[in-house]
């Protein structure tokens, strides 16, 4: 019986501790991806990138014609007998090893616009943190929580999305 007493004093010192302790907490949270749609900055990048990948996509279409006529001249030659066609055999493979040198270095896993894509998003992100934690600062928030990753419940007056965005807009004004 002792031991049972001891352990309900526990717990309910314990409770009483995380009741008072989670009553000093003060936390908020952001809808990034709210952040991501609204705030200019990400909306130019996107454009941006968009652009240069047409770029590329155009130059990539521009290769495989130029491939696909090699081909064709290939096979007439190839069907002719004229030739053996054993020059342009030749500039087919140099080509098709030119188009997937190219596409791997624009638009592969470490392609070109890969790595532009990444330095933009930690450019972009980098002002997001310092806006949230300035935010936070003058908030006297202890956590700010980004609900878009997987907070299941939250209260709109908790919303700091406002807030980040109009903090974010006086880092711009301010360069």
Request: with cysteine.
């Amino acid at each position: 019986m002792g031991i049972m007493k001891r352990i309900t004093i526990l717990c309910v010192i314990l409770t009483g501790m995380s009741a008072s302790l989670s009553a000093q907490l003060k936390i908020g949270y952001i809808l990034s991806e709210r952040i991501r749609g609204e705030y200019e900055e990400f909306k130019e990048a996107e454009s941006q990138l968009q652009l240069e990948y047409r770029k590329v996509q155009f130059e990539f279409d521009q290769r495989v014609k130029k491939l696909d006529s090699l081909k064709q001249d290939y096979e007439v030659k190839r069907l002719m007998s004229l030739d053996k066609g054993e020059s342009i055999k030749q500039e087919i493979e140099q080509t098709e090893k030119q188009i997937q040198t190219y596409q791997a270095e624009k638009v592969g896993p470490q392609g070109e616009l890969m790595r532009k894509q990444a330095q933009m998003e930690y450019d972009i992100l980098g002002k997001v943190k310092k806006a949230v934690d300035k935010v936070a600062i003058n908030g006297g928030y202890d956590y700010i929580i980004d609900a878009s990753v997987g907070l299941l419940y939250y209260k709109p007056k908790y919303d700091l999305t406002d807030d980040v965005l109009h903090e974010l807009r006086k880092l711009d004004t301010a360069k």
